[in-house]
């Protein structure tokens, strides 16, 4: 069996937006020790990963492994009938089924049915990255949005002094430079000079996905390798990375 229980709502908003910007089907794994998830979009550019452990959730049983698979859309407006302080129950049951109990004053009680999937969890890609950036949200996606003005790629190069966005296409080219030192860089690690292109649409759907539940985003990338978005729900330890292939052309 499988409980879980949140003191709010806006870790699972958080989870159902994220995993809804990539797939329609989700696979959840639960274990002793974390609720996992991992799935590639079906173009495999992107790849979410999600590891909530079990020290980040306000009461967490699992008395044995347990894999539970439900349609995304159907999560999601479950998941959009909570209020912010509303807490949450989420119980197996023996039918292949859900339990999901939203209590603040006002209690409701939804059964979700599980379905098959013939997916299996998708593997980690094995990277080392020469790049890492870490910055407030709202700074890269006020960069992503401004380069999304003359591109729908973003280049982006990492030096030991700072990280530089650009973009071109036929309407014109932006160039946006965060110093290591800056406002805007909260933490920043360069072992080696890096360079590579994503699309920007991605970057920006998957941010955006998190609301205002993640704070900072950590960036990184080596040159012509996928770049690895990671946001943290709480600061218990509940986190969800993003892995997104590069662009083959670089602007």
């Known amino acids: 069996m499988l409980f879980t229980k949140t003191s709010s709502a806006v870790e699972w908003k ?16 639960a274990s002793s020790e974390a609720l996992i998830f991992r799935a590639m979009d079906p173009s495999h550019i992107a790849l979410v990963d999600l590891n909530w452990p079990a020290v980040a959730f306000e009461k967490y049983e699992c008395d044995k492994p347990f894999k539970f698979s439900i349609r995304v859309e159907d ?16 119980t197996s049951t023996e039918e292949d089924a859900l339990l999901l109990r939203l209590m603040n004053g006002y209690k409701r009680e939804f059964r979700i049915h599980l379905i098959e999937s013939t997916s299996g969890t998708a593997p980690l890609p094995k990277l080392e990255f020469d790049a890492s950036i870490s910055m407030s ?25 700072g990280v530089s966005f650009g973009g071109k296409s036929d309407i014109g080219a932006a160039t946006i430079q965060l110093d290591k030192n800056g406002a805007d860089v909260l933490e920043m690690d360069v072992k080696a000079e890096a360079k590579a292109s994503y699309n920007i649409d991605y970057f920006l759907s998957i941010s955006k996905a998190l609301g205002s539940t993640a704070e900072t985003v950590l ?28 662009r083959i052309s670089e602007n």
């Open 219 to 246: 960036l990184q990338f080596s040159s012509k390798k996928p770049a690895k978005l990671t946001f943290k729900l709480n600061e218990q330890g509940a986190v969800v990375s993003y892995f997104l292939a590069p």
């Open 14 to 29: 958080a989870v159902a937006s994220a995993i809804k910007t990539l797939v329609e089907e989700a696979t959840f794994e």
């Open 75 to 90: 999560f999601v407006k479950l998941i959009g009938r909570t209020d912010s302080k509303d807490s949450i129950e989420l």
């Open 137 to 161: 949200k709202s700074v890269f996606e006020k960069v992503l949005g401004d380069i999304s003005v003359v591109a729908d790629q973003v280049a982006i190069s990492a030096l030991k002094e």
